[in-house]
């Protein structure tokens, strides 16, 4: 199955902006969905955002307004642009590349993104 590696994170001020990159090692356009997902220490893994084969999006009621998933599937990569960040968004972010609607996925390594005066 398809291999996803993060790449991106690092410490920002809050109120800044990152953007993650999940590059794959194939074809992400047949793909069912690929999606961001964050997890803080002690806490669950949660979906930030998610792009679906036909385009549509859907983001976390906390991210709405400030993240934003986008692919190039010329690149076989997809994006998260992180504007206006806050300290609750300090976590670890991880890319999952999904085949089906029912599997679970595919996990890349995780980036470190942590916001911090």
């Known amino acids: 199955q398809v291999q996803v590696v993060e790449s991106g994170g690092g410490l920002v001020q809050p ?4 953007t993650l990159s999940c590059a794959a090692s ?7 969905a690929m999606g961001w997902y964050r997890q803080a220490p002690g806490k669950q893994r949660e979906l930030v ?9 859907n983001y976390a009621d906390s991210v709405k307004g400030r993240f934003t998933i986008a692919r190039d599937n010329g690149k076989n990569t997809v994006y998260l642009q992180m504007n206006s960040l806050k300290p ?3 976590a670890v972010y991880y890319c999952n590349a999904k085949l089906t609607a029912y599997s679970t996925g595919t996990w890349g390594q995780g980036t470190q993104v942590t916001v911090s005066s």
């Open 88 to 90: 609750e968004d300090t």
């Open 49 to 57: 955002a998610r792009i679906l084969r036909g385009g549509n999006t």
């Open 26 to 32: 194939g074809s992400i356009s047949s793909l069912y």
């Open 15 to 18: 109120g800044g902006s990152l």
